[in-house]
């Protein structure tokens, strides 16, 4: 027992992507607040910056990317390459980590992002538990389970019809959308992943009891042997900091300063999805035309083939003036938060999604991949808390969400879940407590 209470040294493996970066940080920094030494191990691209942890060690990989020939805007490929070719590194980088561990400091466990699967296996190897976080919504894991031959049973029952309502959704049309342009290569990964999670301890996922409590309660049923926990949002846990790969312009925060309450639509698609020229100009002129102020995030490269924001004609500027902020990277959690955001038009990646909800901003939802599909179902058939953009209808729905009757009532749901979440994080609520679960599971280990 005796060695047991003195394990408190937590191994986190990081995949290289900003929407992920974020959540697994955040989640380190909460078990570092409960008391647990964290070394944070990460694939060399995309290093996140140790400066702005020093209460943490960072050991970088080698992830041969470069040699893997992986386009960097192919991301089943990076994230295929990566599970290849970082098992090794991991796996001497962990027998270094045990050779060294102190009696004072044992490694307790491997908490892994759920993408970086293979760590299972290495967890498996040296015989500690493994944790695997999903940063993206529970009902994900479902749609990514329900390919795998493992989990036929699910599969006939939708075949009979007689799959559960999940969510007052139907859990076929949810994972159903998961499924589009799918390749063999895709499905692969998904049982791989699927696979990890059958193996793992225990299964985090970013999520609340109340947003997606059916499809938490069959993720369990599906996955007997791991303890599930719902410890979201990771980014009201985790005290403020930053992990951003670009630099935010905090420029904007002035700028909304200086806007009335409730009048700016903040527009961001977060750091993978791009658009092509057309589409950022018919933006641009839905922004112009909708008469509402607006700060908008036009990340390098999120405009294919071009930098980006040149391309924003003259006569755009003239028209718009200073009713708009235009930057390459916002703070945007700080940005949620300020009282003159009134809506957020959104490409519905789940931590954009977290973020707005729990400071009660509406949302106008464009998705482009992956589970921002299955997310804008969430939030435009399920909770209601926002409208789904319509292709040509930008202006009309600028000025349904924030200005309209309709807009109101969907203002007020978000309010409502708004209160909801901060109900879930006071003492007694189902993240408050499920936090205290999680701290005290790894200490059993
Ligand atoms: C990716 C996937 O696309 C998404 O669908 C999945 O759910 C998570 O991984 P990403 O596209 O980056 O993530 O979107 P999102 O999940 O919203 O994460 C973006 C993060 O970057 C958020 O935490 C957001 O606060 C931050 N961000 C975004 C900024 O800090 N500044 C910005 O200007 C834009």
Not at 199 to 208: A, P, Q, Y
Not at 236 to 252: F, G, R, V
Not at 409 to 419: C, M, T, V, Y
């Amino acid at each position: 027992m005796e060695i047991n209470q003195k394990s408190r040294r937590v191994v986190f493996l990081l995949s290289p992507f900003q929407g992920h970066i974020n959540p697994m940080l955040q989640l380190a920094t909460i078990l570092h607040s409960r008391g647990f030494s964290i070394t944070l191990v990460h694939p060399q691209f995309k290093s996140p910056n140790p400066s702005n942890h020093p209460e943490f060690t960072f050991i970088p990989i080698s992830d041969n990317l470069s040699e893997s020939k992986v386009s960097t805007g192919d991301l089943f490929s990076i994230v295929s390459a990566l599970n290849k070719n970082c098992e090794a590194p991991f796996k001497q980088c962990i027998e270094q980590l045990l050779k060294a561990d102190d009696h004072h400091d044992r490694i307790s466990c491997i908490v892994y992002d759920g993408l970086m699967f293979f760590a299972q296996s290495v967890a498996d190897h040296f015989k500690l538990p493994g944790i695997s976080v999903r940063t993206s919504p529970a009902a994900t894991i479902l749609a990514y389970a329900l390919h795998e031959q493992g989990y036929i049973s699910l599969l006939d029952l939708m075949s009979q019809d007689q799959v559960p309502e999940i969510e007052s959704l139907r859990l076929k049309e949810l994972t159903a959308v998961m499924r589009e342009n799918t390749t063999e290569a895709i499905l692969e990964l998904r049982a791989a992943f699927t696979d990890s999670l059958k193996k793992s301890s225990v299964i985090i996922v970013n999520t609340m009891n109340f947003l997606e409590q059916e499809a938490v309660k069959i993720v369990q049923e599906m996955f007997p042997a791991s303890s599930i926990f719902t410890t979201g949002p990771f980014h009201k846990l985790a005290p403020t900091i930053s992990s951003s790969l670009l630099k935010e312009d905090t420029n904007c925060i002035s700028w909304l300063n200086r806007q009335s309450p409730k009048s700016v639509i903040y527009v961001s698609f977060g750091s993978l999805a791009s658009i092509d020229e057309k589409e950022l100009l018919e933006m641009a002129w839905g922004l112009a035309d909708s008469e509402q102020p607006f700060l908008w995030v036009i990340r390098p490269g999120m405009v294919r083939d071009s930098k980006g924001m040149e391309l924003l004609p003259k006569s755009f500027e003239e028209r718009v003036g200073e009713r708009g902020c235009i930057v390459e990277w916002a703070p945007q959690k700080e940005v949620l938060e300020h009282e003159a955001v009134g809506g957020f038009w959104t490409h519905c990646g789940w931590n954009s999604i977290l973020e707005s909800i729990c400071e009660g901003v509406p949302m106008l939802c464009r998705p482009f991949f992956g589970d921002q599909n299955l997310n804008v179902r969430y939030v435009c058939d399920v909770w209601k808390v926002g409208l789904e953009l319509e292709r040509g209808e930008i202006e009309k729905a600028i000025r349904k969400l924030m200005v309209d009757t309709e807009g109101e009532e969907i203002g007020k749901r978000a309010k409502h879940l708004k209160q909801k979440v901060d109900m879930s994080l006071k003492e007694g609520g189902s993240s408050y407590s499920s936090l205290n679960d999680l701290a005290e599971k790894i200490l059993s280990f």
